[in-house]
């Protein structure tokens, strides 16, 4: 083997992987599979995207037909998720009871061939996500409705009430914004579980598992509740002084790619502020959110992203703040199953190096002597 070399903290510019999924690049673009983000969040629906991710190109309406058929034949949750969901404990926070529900689910579905798995898993994480929350939140359990797609059965599943056409057409195009981002931390996680051998919900765990911190997925759930702590437009600038100034971080903002604009943000800006037009209702949260995202650049010349706007929207459409990292999760099952296939099609196992800064050549002494 070759000399031993350091690479940068975090793998900063390093490429580990070729993919064909998706491209984020520094300029503010996004592409799924050669089609711009802008394009497809403004004219395509969840289950086209979703489609795109997976089989590599737009469907045919016969294709989608299918996909979503066969989506809705695998909706069901086994009786024994449910039973595992239902043995959480009642503080729980929701993120904790998808992580080990898709784990169980995995349990119950290890005679199903690999494609039926993966359809099982993206098909599933609505009822999954929904009730891991309902469940711990002591609410009844609710199913998707048969002539619904994913993105207007999660939102009336969260709620607990129908929405209405506008309401689950916004939160569909949240749930496009979220459904794939190259290797983020996530996605990382995934294909080094794949690459072991180990099964798609495995590895789908495993991506859930690093999706839940703070400086991934996590971000969306703190976010709201910063800009619920600042309350006011008129306290965003103050807020932010004394934040830096503490050095802590601004949940919301920076991106290990985009370093001017996220483009995701900025469509989901503009979603925010169409969504509270068209509910007639006080467009105060997008000042607050506008004003904070100017003076952070103005200090730090530092972005939004995705996580700072989906929050607000999220917040509108009257979903519970501990849903968001989970929505998040509904939505990248999608693109973590893609990245999966992708690894093992032409897989090596990932087995990186370090470098050992720990001591050498002690002796071992006998406990009654230290
Ligand atoms: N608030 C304050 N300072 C920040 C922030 C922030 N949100 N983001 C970056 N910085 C600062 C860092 O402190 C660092 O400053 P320094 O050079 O003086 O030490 C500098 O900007 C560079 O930041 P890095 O952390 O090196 O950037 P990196 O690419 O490693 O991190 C990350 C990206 C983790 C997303 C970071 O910006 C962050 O912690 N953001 C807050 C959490 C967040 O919003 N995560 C969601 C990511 S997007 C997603 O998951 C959909």
Request: aromatic letters at 10%; hydrophobic letters at 40%.
């Amino acid at each position: 083997m070759s000399e031993i070399t350091r690479v940068p903290a975090g793998l900063y510019g390093v490429a580990v992987s070729e993919t064909g999924i998706s491209r984020s690049a520094s300029d503010g673009s996004l592409v799924f599979r050669g089609y711009g983000i802008k394009d497809l969040f403004e004219k395509a629906s969840f289950e086209e995207c979703a489609f795109l991710i997976l089989e590599g190109h737009l469907p045919t309406k016969g294709e989608l037909d299918d996909f979503t058929s066969n989506l809705r034949a695998h909706w069901p949750l086994p009786t024994n998720v449910y039973q595992i969901i239902k043995a959480m404990p009642r503080d729980s926070h929701p993120m904790d009871v998808v992580r080990t529900a898709m784990s169980g689910l995995g349990a119950n579905e290890h005679s199903l061939s690999p494609k039926e798995q993966q359809y099982s898993l993206v098909a599933k994480m609505p009822a999954l996500v929904a009730n891991c929350y309902r469940i711990v939140r002591g609410m009844e359990v609710m199913e998707p409705e048969e002539d619904m797609n994913f993105a207007w059965n999660l939102l009336y599943m969260l709620t607990g009430k129908r929405p209405d056409a506008f309401d689950a057409w916004a939160f569909e195009r949240e749930l496009i914004l979220y459904l794939e981002h190259d290797l983020n931390a996530s996605t990382f996680t995934v294909r080094v579980v794949a690459s072991t051998l180990a099964d798609v919900y495995a590895a789908c765990t495993a991506g859930a598992a690093a999706l839940k911190g703070p400086l991934h997925g996590g971000a969306n759930e703190a976010a709201m509740q910063m800009l619920l702590e600042i309350g006011s437009p008129e306290k965003a600038a103050a807020y932010l002084q004394e934040s830096l100034s503490k050095g802590r971080k601004v949940m919301g903002f920076g991106h290990r790619v985009y370093k001017k604009v996220d483009p995701r943000a900025q469509l989901s800006k503009g979603m925010l502020k169409t969504l509270l037009e068209h509910r007639h209702a006080d467009d105060k949260l997008y000042r607050l959110a506008d004003a904070l995202e100017q003076a952070m650049w103005q200090a730090k010349r530092i972005p939004a992203n995705l996580d700072f706007y989906a929050a607000p929207i999220f917040y509108t459409l009257s979903l519970p703040i501990e849903t968001y990292t989970p929505i998040f999760a509904a939505s990248r099952v999608t693109g973590w199953v893609a990245h999966y296939n992708e690894q093992l099609a032409e897989n090596k196992l990932f087995r990186p190096d370090s470098i050992y800064t720990g001591p050498n050549d002690l002796s071992y002494v006998p406990i009654e002597k230290r």
